[in-house]
C-alpha cells in the first residue's frame, strides 16, 4: 500500500544519457546525432576595439566574410540537433574528423588537444537549478584560431556567457583590445566560475543534512545524503579534468595563446583548483556525515531498547508475583485484602485506570514520533 | 530444508579460470593448451585500395603467400585447442618464444611489448550478455609487422571486430588507404568502445539497486551489490594495464606505427581513460550503496523495535494490573462488576474478539512484509 | 517540546562564507567588497638599523614618501570595508588588476605568485578563541617588492604579528638589519607558528574525547567528534597549499629573497610540514574515535539486551508456571497451600513487597543513566 | 565450559618470527644463527653446453676448483644453523659483511644490490601448503657472479627449483646455452611462477567463503575472513619488494647480466604484477566480504527480531484481554461459557496442547539454526 | 558509583608534550627550556686506532681541546634542563641559531639539513618499557663535523648506544679505524634496530588481542585495539621521516660522509624501509581488527537476541493459553483435572519447581558471562 508511492524521484541526474557511444568498431570521426535534441542555432559576434557586430545566423557557410577579417569573430553554435548543419560546420571550419566527433558526440571527457592551427578544448559547463538542489550540465567545445574562435554548446538553454558577452558590447575592461585568445580564456574563466553557485548550493544543503542527521535523522535523510555524494562525484568528474587541461595547456603553452593571456589562465587555473578543492571537502564532509547518520540510528534504536528493558524489567516481575497470589487473598480474614473487590464501582474504576495508563503511554510513544510509519518515503 | 536451495548462481563469473599457469620452473616459451577449447580457425583478410580477399584458411602456412606482398594482410586466428598448430603459426610468423607464451598462456595482463621488427599487444575484450548482466572477456592478442596483422582470439564467440570488417570490405573511411598500423588502431578502438555498452548494463544495474536498497533491501539486494562491485574488479584490471600500454605506445612511439595513426590512437587513449573513470564511478557509488543497504537495514531494524516496544510497553503494565486484580471483582455486589462474566454469549464474543485481534496484528505485519521469510535467497 | 531546542550551535564555523564568488563572466580584476566589513585602518612602520617609526596613517597616498626610501618599509592594512581605500592602495603600490582581485575577493586558495617587481604571497592566519574550541581564521596577503611590504589584512582584530612588531621596535635580534625580504619570512613564520597553540587546543579536545567515548559516550560526543573532523578539514585546507607555496618558493627563489633568507625560510618550511603532520594525525585519530564511538554505542546495547533477556527469560517461564496453578492450591488440604492468602496483612505485604522490587529495578536503572533523555542535546 | 577449547589454531602464521634482530648497537655483520635450525647442506651444479656434474658436498672449501672454470656452477645452501660453516661460506665466495648478515639474518625484506663483481638478490619463496589453505614461505638468496651463482635457502624442505634442475640436467631450452645470468633469472622466474599456486588456493578459499558468507555466516567465517586478509597482506609484503627488486634490475642494467637475459628478466617482471595483482583483488574482495558478513550477521538479527516482535505482539495483547476476564465466566449461566472446565479429560487436553506449542516453536527455532551454540569455534 | 573509577590510564602517551611551541612571532633560534627537566650531564669519548678515552666533563668548555686533534670525538649531552650549558654549547661548536633552537625544543621533526662544515642529524629514538607494552620515546640530535661528532639527547635514561660504546672500547669491528662519520651511522644504524624490540612487542600484543577479539571481546579489549592504533600512529610518525631523511642523505651525499660509510647507510636505510613496512602492517593488522570486533559485538548480540525470542516465543503463547483457562478446570469433574491443586505439598513443590527454572537459567546466564558487569573498565 505505502510501498506503491515508494519511487526515485525524477530529480535523479541520470549516471550516463543512454546512447552515448556509437557501436564497436565504426568508423572513427563517425557523428552520431540525436534528432530529438535542439537543431543548432548560430550566433556570431564580431568586434575590434572600435566595430562591434552581433547576429544571429542562419547557415554555416554566413560566417565564411567574417573569419579572414583582422577582427575578433565568435561564432556560437548552440544545439546538436542537426547532422547536415554540423558536417557543414565542420567544412566551413576545417575541422579534422576527430575533433568534430569530440564535439558532437557527447559526452566527452574535458581535455586540450593541439592541432596546430587549431585548438581545441573540451569543456563542461554546470548551471545551478534554482529550486531544486542539483544542477544542468552541458558539454561546451571551444576551437580557437588566430581570428575566431567557434563555441559549440550541447543545449541552447542555460549559458552563462551572457556576462562576456556584455562585457564585448560595452566594452568593459581589456577584452575589446585582445585578440581571440583572450575571449576563449573569458569564456572559459566563466565557466570555472560558474562552479561557484552549484557548490555554494551544495554547501547550505550539507549544512542543512548536518543539521537534519543530528536533530531527526530519516529514511529520507539516508537518500539525501546518498544523492549528495552522487552528485558531487559527478562535479568532481567535470572539473578534474578541466583543471588538468587548463594546467597543461599553461604548462606547454601554444602558438594561438598569447603571452598576457598565459598570465589570466593561471588565475583560472586557480580558481579550478579552489573548485576541486571545495568538491573534495564537500565530499569527506558527506562521507563523514553517513558515519553520523549510522551512529544516530544506532542511537535511536538504543533510545528505544531502554524503554523496553526498563518496562519489561519492573513489570516481568511484578506481573509473576501477582500471579502467583492469584491474588486470592481472603477478603474474608481482613478489612486490608482487596477490598476493591467489593467495592461498588470497582471494576469501573478499574478499566478507567487501565485506559489512563495505556493513552498515557501511547501520548509518550507519539511525542518520540515512534508512532508514524518512517518507512514511507516522502517524495517530491 | 530452505536452506538446500541456497547456492551460488552459476552466473558468478569465476575469478580466474583454473590451471591458467604452469609449474613453476618449467622452461620459459612452453605453451599450455587446453585441449577442450575450440581448435582454432583461421581467417584471412587482405586488401590495398584497389583488392579485397577474405577466405577461411586451413593451415598457417596458407597465409605465407600474401604476407610479403605490399598489401595489408589481417591473419585471425580464433580459439587456442591446438597445440600444434599455434607452434606452426610461431614459425611462420618467426614469433620468439615468449611471444608465443604470452598469445596462447591466457590470461596475460595487458601489455605493449616491442620486438623491434613486430610489436606484441595483449589487450582484452568485453562483449556484454545481453540477458543477464554480466560480460564475456577474453584476450586478444595483436602482432603487428611491417604488412601484416596477426591477432589471436582466445575463443571463436563474440568478437567486437565485424564493424571493421564490414569498413574494410565496402571501403568506407580511409582504412584501405592506410597499412596495417592503422587496421591494429581501428581493432585496438573497437575492443575500447566495446566497454562501453558493458559499462552501460552496469549503469543501469545500478541504479536498480539504489532504488532497491532504498525501497525494499532483501538479502538479495546484498548479494548484488557485492556482485557488482566483484565485476567492476575485474572490469577495472582489464582497462587500467590496456589505459597504460596505449599511453605508452603513443609516449615512446615504435617504427611500426606512422605519425597520422599516434594522433588516431590519442582518440583511442581518451576512450580508455574515458572507460577508466566510469569504472572508479560506478565503483565508488557500489560502495556507497553497500553503506546505504546497511543503514536500510538498521532502520528497518529500528522500526521492528518500534513496533514491538509500544506493543509490550503498553500491555505488559495493564496486564500487571489486571493480574493483580484477578480479576476478582464481585459481581454480587454491583452491576457494573464485570457483568459479562454472566453473560449468556460472553465466552464465545471474548474469544471471538481475541481471535479479531489476533488477526488484525497479523495482518498488520504481513503488509510489513514481516512473515515471509527473507533468508530464502531466490536464485535465477 | 525538547525537540524544539535542538538547533545548531552557532559556533559551527560555515564552511564557506556566502558571496564569496562573483558571478560567472564579469570581468577579471572586478573587486567585490562587503560594506558591512570593517574599513580598513593602514599603520605604517619604517626602520633601518638606525631609525624606526611607527604610525596610522589616513590615506593610502600618505604612505608614498616612505616607499622610495634605502629604508624597510611596512604597510599594514586592516580590514576591507571600503572600496576606494582599496582602489587607491592598488594604483600606489602598482598592482596588477589580478594581485588586488586577489587580495581584496576572499578566501583565496594560499599561494604564491612571482610578478617579477612583485611577489605576492596569499597566506591564511589562524587565532585560538580561548574559551570555545576554535579558531579565527582570515586571510593575509603580502606584497613584497625591494624596498617595502605591503600586507592586507581581512580583519583588524586577531593578528599574532605583535611580537614581530616588538622585535622591530626593540631591535631584537637581526631584524632590523636585514631587508624587506626578512620581514616577509618573520610574518610568514609567526603565522605558520600561529598554527600550533590552535592544535594544541585540538590535542586536548581530542583526548577529552577519548575519556569521553570510551566512558560514558552520549550523543554530544557524536556531534563534538563529527565536529572537530569538519574544523581539522579546515585547518589542512589551510595549511596545505601554504606549505606547498613556502616549498616552491625555497626551489624556485626569486631575486627579491636573499640567500641568508632562503635558509630561514627551509625552517618555516620545516614548521609548515610539522602542522600538516600534527592535523593528519589529529584527523586520524578523530575517525579512529568515531569507529570507537560505533563499538561503545553498540557495547551499550548489547548491555541492555542483556539486561532485557536474563529478566524476561527468568520470569517468562515462572509466570507460566505460576498461570498454569492460577495459584488455586487448595488452602484446606494442607496448611502448606498458600496460608498467605489467609493471613491478616496478606494484601498489604504482597503490595509493598511489589513496591520494593520495582523501585529497586528503577534505582538499578537510573544508576545506570539509562532513565535520563539522552536525544536531548545540550547546547552550549 | 565451553570456552576452554577456543584457543587459536596453531595454522596461524606468525606474523614475525621471534628473535629476528640482533640487539640494537651491535656490529653491522654480525650474523645471528638459530642453532635449533637445520644445518646446512650444500649442493653443487657445473654444467655447461657438454658437462654436467650434481653433487652434495660437505664443506664450503669443496667447491673452489669449480669456481674459477668457465663452465657455471651452483652452488646451493640450504639451511642456515651452523655459524662455522656459513662464515667459512663468506670466505670461499669474499662476500661483503653486510652481504652475509643479508643472508644468514632472516628475514630481510626482498631487495637488490649490486657489488660490482657481485650482485645480491633477496628473494622470497612461497610453497603452497596443500592441505590446509597456507603456504611456507621462506627467504632465498642468490648471489651472482661472472661464473657462478651462490644461492642460500632458508630452509632444507619446500623448493621449487626442480624443475630447472631437470631443465639443465636434461638440456631442455636453451639454458645449457647461457651463462650463471640465465641461470639466475630461471630461479626468479620459478621463485615468481611459485606464488601462483599459492593464489589459486587463495583464490577458492574466497570462493568458499562468499558462498559461506552469504548462506551461513557463523563466527568461525568472521575468523576465517581475517585469517585470509593477514595472509594475503603477507604475501603482498613479499611480492612487492621483489617486483621492485626485478624492476630496477631492468631499468639499471649490470654487467653480469647479459642483453638476453634481459629480455627474459622482462617476461619474470610481467609474472610479479600478475601476481601483485591478483593478490591486491584478492584482498578488496576479501575487505568486501567483512562488509557482506556484517550485513548477513543484521540481517540475521532482523529475522529474530521479526519472529520476536510477531510472537510477543500477538500474545501480549491477547493475554491481557485472558487476564482481564480471568476467565471466570459464569458456567452455570450458559453452556457456552467454557464448557472446557468441566470435561472429564479437560486439563490433560489443554497440556498436551501447550506442550505441542512448545515443540512445534521448539522444531522452528531449531530447523533455523538457533539452538545451537554459535559461540563456540570450532578447530580443526 | 561504579563510574567513578572509569579513568584513562596514566599509561596513554600524550599526543604532543604541553608548551612544545614558543609564542609565534618569537626571535627565530630561540630556545624554550623546560626548568624542570634533566640537567645535561656530558661525556666525551675520544679514540683513534690505538687511544681511546671516556670520561663526564662538567663544562661545553672543557672537550675544546679535544676538538681539534685528528682523533674522532664524541661528544654526548644527555639531558636539556639548563639553557646556559646549551647556549655555551653553541658557542663551543659554533652552531648556527636554527640548529641549536632544533636541537633544544623538542620535539622536532626527524630530518637531515647540511650546513657545509656540519650536518645536522634530528632522529628519534625508541626504547621499549618492558613491563606495560608501550615505548619511550626522546629526540637525539647528531651534529657531525669532520673530527667530531656531537650528540644531544634529551633524557638522560635510556638510551641504546651502549652497544656501540662497548664496540669503540673493545675496538671490535672497524669502528676505531673510521672516522667520525661512520660513529655517526653507527649510532644512527643502532636507533633504527632500537625499532625492532618495539615492534616485537606491538606484533605480540596484536597477537594477544586478535585471540582476545575472537574468543572474549570486551570493552577493554576495544580500547586495547585503539591504543594500538595510536602507538603505531606514533612510531609511524617517528620512522617516516627519519627514513626519507636517511634516503636523501645517500642520494646527495655530503663531503662529510665517506664512500665506504655510504654503502653502510644503505644497510641502514634497508633497516628502516623494514620498520616502516612492519609498522604499516600493522596498522592495518589493528584496523582489521576492528573490524572483527565490531562484528564480534554483533555476534554477541545476536546470541543474547536469539535466547530472549525462543524463551520468549516459547513461553509467552503458553502463558495465553493457561491464561485463558484459568486454569479453572473443575477438579471435582474429573481426578485428572489438576489433582495437584489438593495435593498436600502442592503448593510448596510448585514453588520449590520454581527456584530450580529460575536458579538453572541464572547459571545458564552467569556460565555465558552475562551477569558480569562489563562496562566497568578495569585499569591497571
Chains 1, 2, 3, 4, 5 share one sequence.
Not at 225 to 240: F, K, M
Request: hydrophobic content about 40%; aromatic content about 10%; overall charge negative.
Amino acid at each position: 500500500m505505502a510501498r506503491k508511492i515508494r519511487r526515485i524521484p525524477k530529480a535523479v541526474t541520470k549516471l550516463y544519457p543512454k546512447d552515448f557511444y556509437h557501436q564497436p568498431g565504426t568508423l572513427p570521426g563517425t557523428i552520431v546525432v540525436d534528432e530529438n535534441a535542439e537543431p543548432p542555432t548560430i550566433f556570431l559576434i564580431d568586434y575590434n576595439q572600435t566595430n562591434f557586430i552581433r547576429k544571429q545566423i542562419e547557415t554555416p557557410e554566413n560566417c565564411v566574410p567574417y573569419l579572414d577579417k583582422e577582427s575578433v569573430t565568435w561564432v556560437d553554435v548552440q544545439g546538436l540537433g542537426n547532422q547536415d548543419i554540423l558536417q557543414r560546420l565542420g567544412q566551413v571550419f576545417d575541422l579534422h574528423p576527430l575533433v568534430l566527433e569530440d564535439v558532437v558526440n557527447v559526452p566527452e571527457r574535458p581535455k586540450i588537444e593541439d592541432y596546430e592551427d587549431q585548438l581545441l578544448f573540451i569543456a563542461r559547463m554546470v548551471v545551478p537549478k534554482e529550486k531544486t538542489c542539483g544542477f544542468y550540465s552541458e558539454q561546451v567545445s571551444l576551437i580557437l584560431s588566430k581570428h575566431y574562435l567557434l563555441t559549440v554548446q550541447e543545449e541552447p538553454e542555460h549559458d552563462c556567457f551572457e556576462g562576456v558577452r556584455i562585457r564585448i558590447d560595452r566594452s568593459k575592461g581589456i577584452i575589446r583590445k585582445q585578440g581571440a585568445d583572450y575571449l576563449a580564456y573569458a569564456l572559459l574563466d566563466a565557466m570555472i566560475d560558474g562552479f561557484f553557485p552549484v557548490l555554494e548550493l551544495y554547501g547550505e544543503r550539507i549544512e542543512e543534512l548536518e543539521e537534519e542527521v543530528m536533530v531527526n535523522p530519516t529514511r529520507q535523510t539516508l537518500q539525501n545524503i546518498y544523492q549528495v555524494r552522487r552528485e558531487l562525484l559527478q562535479l568532481r568528474r567535470a572539473i578534474w579534468p578541466q583543471r588538468d587541461a587548463i594546467s597543461s595547456l599553461i604548462r606547454d603553452g601554444s602558438e594561438l595563446i598569447g603571452e598576457e593571456v598565459r598570465i589570466y589562465l593561471r588565475d583560472c587555473y586557480d580558481h579550478a583548483v579552489q573548485v576541486m578543492d571545495m568538491v573534495e571537502t564537500y565530499r569527506e564532509l558527506a562521507s563523514g556525515l553517513m558515519d553520523v547518520y549510522l551512529s544516530s540510528v544506532s542511537n535511536k534504536m538504543n533510545e528505544i531498547m531502554k524503554v523496553l528493558t526498563v518496562v519489561s524489567s519492573i513489570f516481568i516481575p511484578l506481573t509473576f508475583v501477582a500471579g502467583i497470589y492469584g491474588m486470592n487473598f481472603n477478603t474474608e480474614k481482613s478489612p486490608y485484602n482487596m477490598p476493591e473487590l467489593n467495592w461498588y464501582w470497582g471494576y469501573p474504576i478499574c478499566l478507567a485506570g487501565m485506559a489512563v495508563i495505556g493513552f498515557a503511554l501511547l501520548f509518550f510513544f507519539w511525542q518520540r514520533g515512534w508512532l508514524k510509519n518512517s518507512s514511507t518515503i516522502k517524495r517530491d
